[in-house]
């Protein structure tokens, strides 16, 4: 490869260019320039890394919560928009507590009468299985009213169930 013109007139005339050297004052500057501190600047683009940090560590919990939560959510607004909803977690709660009650009558029997302890029992459990898939397909299906009432008289024979338990046994 050729060398170019400048590269050529530099080994040329290198000599010329040893001459020249730079002078006191010169080498007193640098020398007070190295004696110095820097000095401290926060140049835009530092700033602009911090507020990117602060909007990340803003940003992240917020995704997360949105992410983790975002069924939870949901559900909760069909239920303030939805009556169907609504009154479905009244009956949930009534026959919740109406059941358990009549449970505690029926556990103190359970000494008189220990067979139906695992009859009730497996009864209680299937009716149990089907509200559960039930409750699967709700979530599907927000506001599925067939379901709404499926889950509704699910309730209603766990109910009579324990009605009926407790008219037999006479405790």
């Not at 303030?80 to 609504?86: S, V, Y």
Request: proline share 4%.
């Amino acid at each position: 490869m050729k060398p170019d013109r400048l590269e050529k007139f530099v080994n040329e005339n290198r000599h010329e260019f040893d001459q020249l050297e730079p002078s006191d004052r010169l080498w007193e500057a640098i020398s007070g320039q190295l004696n110095e501190e820097p000095k401290h600047k926060i140049r835009k683009f530092q700033w602009m890394k911090i507020a990117a940090v602060v909007v990340l560590v803003l940003a992240i919990p917020t995704v997360i919560y949105q992410v983790k939560f975002s069924e939870q959510i949901q559900s909760a607004k069909a239920v303030q928009a939805d009556p169907e909803i609504q009154e479905l977690i009244e009956a949930e709660a009534y026959y919740a507590q109406e059941v358990s009650g009549k449970m505690a009558e029926i556990n103190k029997c359970y000494k008189v009468h220990p067979e139906i302890k695992i009859e009730i029992e497996g009864d209680l459990n299937e009716l149990e299985m089907m509200y559960h898939s039930l409750k699967n397909d709700l979530k599907e299906n927000i506001s599925n009213k067939e379901v709404i009432e499926a889950m509704i008289e699910n309730n209603r024979n766990r109910m009579k169930l324990v009605d009926e338990v407790l008219e037999q046994i006479n405790c």
